[in-house]
C-alpha cells in the first residue's frame, strides 16, 4: 500500500516543464527596440505575454507583468507549459496526453480519478447516514421529553378545560364563464342578474 501511495505521489509530483518560445520564432513577437528580449514599452517595462497562458497586468504606471491563467503555467512570459505524463504539441501548443492519462495538463491518471470517485461516495455515504440516522433519534429524544412532561405535570393537564372545536365551513359557487361575447338574449337581460346557488 505504501509502494502505491508513493507511486501516486511521485507520479504527480514529476511534470515535464516545455517552453512555448522553444517551438516560436519569437525575434518577430514584440517591435523592434532597444529593450531586452521579449520587452518592450517606453522604459521597456513591458512583457511580452504568451496569449494562450497569460494576461498582461498593470501594477502601477511604469510597472507590468504576466498573470498566467492556470495553475500549470509559468515564467516571466508565461510561456512555461507543465505536461504531467504527456508532450506538448509543437503545432497546438497543448499538452498530448497518453491513452491512460486526462486532462488538460495530463494531470489526471486513472488512479486518481478512482480515488477521486471513491471520496466522493464516500462523502455522499455519509451525508446520506447523517440524514437517516439523525431523524430517527430525534423522534426518539422527543417522544422521552413528551413522556417526562406528562409525569411530571398531571395536575396541570387535568385542571385546564378543553376549548370548543371551531368548524370552518366553505361554499364554494360556480359559474359557467365564457370568453365568448356574450349573446344578444344575454346582453337585453342585463338589468336582471344571474343568481347563484350553492352547490
Not at 106 to 114: L, R
Request: net charge negative; aromatic share 12%; charged share 20%.
Amino acid at each position: 500500500m505504501i509502494l502505491f501511495l508513493l507511486f501516486l505521489f511521485l507520479n504527480d509530483a514529476v511534470a515535464t516543464t516545455y517552453s512555448v518560445f522553444n517551438y516560436l520564432n519569437t525575434s518577430n513577437l514584440v517591435p523592434d527596440s532597444d529593450c531586452p528580449h521579449l520587452y518592450y514599452g517606453q522604459y521597456c517595462e513591458v512583457p511580452y505575454c504568451y496569449h494562450q497562458n497569460g494576461l498582461l497586468i498593470q501594477r502601477s504606471e511604469h510597472d507590468f507583468y504576466c498573470n498566467c491563467t492556470n495553475e500549470y503555467t509559468s515564467g516571466a512570459h508565461c510561456e512555461l507549459v507543465e505536461c504531467h505524463d504527456g508532450v506538448l504539441s509543437n503545432s497546438t501548443f497543448q499538452c498530448e496526453c497518453a491513452t491512460t492519462v486526462f486532462g488538460d495538463h495530463c494531470e489526471w491518471t486513472i488512479p486518481q480519478i478512482i480515488e477521486c470517485a471513491l471520496k466522493w461516495l464516500m462523502v455522499f455515504l455519509i451525508f446520506f447516514l447523517i440524514l437517516t440516522v439523525l431523524p430517527d433519534s430525534g423522534d426518539k429524544k422527543d417522544g422521552n421529553t413528551a413522556d417526562a412532561r406528562s409525569t411530571a405535570r398531571p395536575d396541570r393537564e387535568s385542571r385546564t378545560p378543553s376549548a370548543p372545536e371551531i368548524r370552518i365551513v366553505e361554499r364554494v359557487v360556480i359559474q359557467e364563464r365564457s370568453d365568448a361575447p356574450p349573446t344578444y338574449d344575454a346582453a337585453v337581460k342585463c338589468t336582471d342578474p344571474p343568481k347563484y346557488t350553492a352547490a
